[in-house]
């Protein structure tokens, strides 16, 4: 059962900018502290952001930081990502995820509760 939906994916040219949305239709995750992960194929999910319940914190990988930003709308229960100067090896699937418990280690997927099928990026050389 999908909860959360991403949309925004697709083709990015190398040096291009990512931009993604996940939204929650007919749920709120205002108390839920929200992530993105990636997985590339053959690959383990990795993490790329996380952001607060009240989008006061925010973490970022250490290979997307500086060049990355996660940010939340709860009023439209949606949570939004951009990449800069994305890179060929970031082609991967994209995923949105939700914390519904406090979490202490948001680079941990095994943290949240909700998560969206997924969206393709792929980054052309």
């Known amino acids: 059962q999908v909860q959360l939906g991403e949309s925004g994916g697709g083709l990015v040219q190398t040096g291009g900018s990512l931009r993604l949305s996940c939204t929650a239709p007919g749920r709120t995750f205002s108390s839920a502290a929200m992530g993105w992960f990636r997985q590339a194929s053959g690959k383990e999910r990795e993490f790329a952001a996380g952001?607060?319940?009240?989008?006061?914190?925010?973490h970022y990988a250490d290979s997307v930081k500086g060049r990355i930003t996660i940010s939340r709308d709860n009023a439209k229960s949606t949570v939004n990502l951009q990449i800069n100067s994305m890179k060929t090896e970031e082609t991967a699937d994209y995923y949105c995820?939700?914390?519904?418990?406090?979490?202490?280690?948001?680079?941990?997927?095994?943290?949240?509760?909700?998560w969206g099928q997924g969206t393709q990026v792929t980054v052309s050389s």
């Open positions: 952001i607060s319940r009240y989008g006061t914190t925010t």
């Open positions: 995820t939700a914390a519904v418990s406090t979490i202490y280690h948001p680079n941990s997927a095994e943290e949240y509760n909700y």
